[in-house]
């Protein structure tokens, strides 16, 4: 099928191995200033940013972008308890969804070390997480105000071209090559969520598998009406 007019596709977090690289990642208006600050020379404010948008919007693509472009280690909030610190804050280091940590003192207690001590060595720091940092509700206070100073990017909902970008690398990454209408039914008639995106070619992929057939518009409508009875 015939590709979007761009050297950059969005990849983002998928069990199907997603390419991670800045070739891979497509620029639409929602989210050309969170990409413009990730690769930005300028150091970030406070030596620090927050990158938040919804599920499978492109934050660990942009994590790892980052990674490549500054060296910077990535890591899970939830791996910070049992990470070695020191050696984390020796270089740039992203954080990925902290919010998952709200409830997790040692982990907590771990990330507010790390920001303190990256910070203190001139390391930059990048965290993620869905919600805006002001509703991660972190429980160590100390931690969500040095949050909540950081400098703030968000990822916005697709608009259709980058819907359309999304549902084409969800079927790269899985290797699958759909009829070339089946994406503009979709971007159509699915909702306009990464999530749903993930969903339907999640469905179709498993569909086309189980029945031996390609992925073609009867068989995305036949999954879309059947989501809408039980929905």
Known sequence: ???????????????????????????????????????????????????CGPAGSGKTHLSHVWAGLSGASVIQAGDL???DIPALADGPVAVENVPGIAADIPAQNALFHLHNLALAQGNAILLTGRAAPNLWALSLADLQSRVMAAHVVTLAPPDDALLAA????????????????????????????????AAIVDALDRAALTQGRTVSRPLAAHLIAEARENG
């Open 81 to 83: 308890a049992g990470a």
């Open 1 to 51: 099928m015939t590709q979007p007019q761009s050297p950059q596709q969005l990849s983002f977090e998928l069990p199907s191995k997603p390419a991670l690289g800045r070739d891979d990642f497509f620029v639409s208006p929602g989210n050309a200033v969170a990409v413009a600050t990730i690769e930005s020379a300028t150091p970030w404010p406070g030596g620090k940013l927050v990158l």
């Open 166 to 197: 999304v549902l084409t690398k969800l079927f790269n990454d899985r290797q699958v090559i759909p009829k070339p209408d089946v994406i503009p039914y979709l971007v159509a008639q699915i909702e306009r969520s990464f999530e749903a995106a």
